[in-house]
């Protein structure tokens, strides 16, 4: 299986030490996250757009939530898989949240709850 090479490295939450010495413990400490940006070669709309798909929403509750209709919901979906080379929305939503573009458990406005 191959993965969809992502434009921006992928970030973490934790940070290994500088060097493990043997016998020594390997102790992982917490670090926090840049707060997550906009990639640089999307629009504000189309990282609206992507927000929203990460957080499921299918593109008619897109349409709706961002007052556009159906064709732009789908154009802005068709220039995002071109600009960030996936292959289809499923790797759109994997490079969201593997970039730290989208933050699990940090949902903005309303539409689907998490459950």
């Given at each position: 299986m191959s993965t969809m090479p992502t434009p921006y490295p992928r970030r973490t939450r934790l940070e290994p030490p500088p060097a493990p010495?043997?016998?020594?413990?390997?102790?992982l400490r917490s670090v926090p996250m840049p707060p997550p940006e906009r990639p640089s070669r999307v629009s504000q709309r189309e990282?609206?757009?992507?927000?929203?798909?990460?957080r499921g929403l299918s593109n008619a509750e897109i349409g709706g939530e961002l007052y556009i209709s159906l064709p732009t919901v789908k154009s802005h979906v068709a220039s995002l898989l071109?600009?960030?080379g996936a292959r289809d929305r499923v790797q759109l939503v994997v490079a969201a949240y593997e970039t730290g573009f989208v933050v699990p458990g940090q949902l903005r406005g309303s539409a689907r709850p998490v459950a």
């Open positions: 010495t043997p016998g020594r413990r390997v102790e990282a609206e757009v992507l927000r929203l798909l990460a071109a600009k960030l």
